[in-house]
């Protein structure tokens, strides 16, 4: 069981950056594979990134690749997103979650997820 906070959303210009963190509660957080997704208002839930249990391997969705970074501390047991250059068209809610048993980009494998925080960015 995991129970996952995000925070670091907020307003930024196209071009500029934020980055996002997720706070995991429990004891075995290096057990859960993570992974980070968004919605935009009125679009379905979109894969961003996700994270191998140790950190060793992530991956990217293709308009993120390049600008976004995933990285994990399995000591503070935390996740965060690192995002460059971003565009309007990032704008979304940014939610974290996780999952014990797959390296995934398909929400439906994951099982926890976080209350979601708010990234707009303006034109």
């Known amino acids: 069981q995991v129970q996952l906070v995000e925070s670091g959303g907020g307003l930024v210009q196209a071009g500029g950056s934020l980055r996002l963190s997720c706070a995991a509660s429990?004891?075995?957080?290096?057990?859960?594979?993570m992974g980070w997704f968004r919605q935009a208002q009125g679009k379905e839930r979109e894969f961003v990134a996700t994270i191998s249990r140790s950190g060793g391997d992530a991956s990217y969705a293709d308009s993120m690749k390049g600008r976004f970074t995933i990285s994990r501390d399995n000591v503070k047991n935390t996740v965060t997103l690192q995002m460059n250059s971003l565009k309007p068209e990032d704008t979304a809610v940014y939610y974290c979650?996780?999952?014990?048993?797959?390296?995934?980009?398909?929400?439906?494998?994951?099982?926890?997820w976080g209350q979601g925080t708010q990234v707009t960015v303006s034109s």
């Open positions: 429990g004891r075995t957080f290096s057990s859960y594979f």
């Open positions: 979650a996780a999952n014990r048993a797959y390296y995934s980009t398909n929400y439906q494998r994951y099982d926890y």
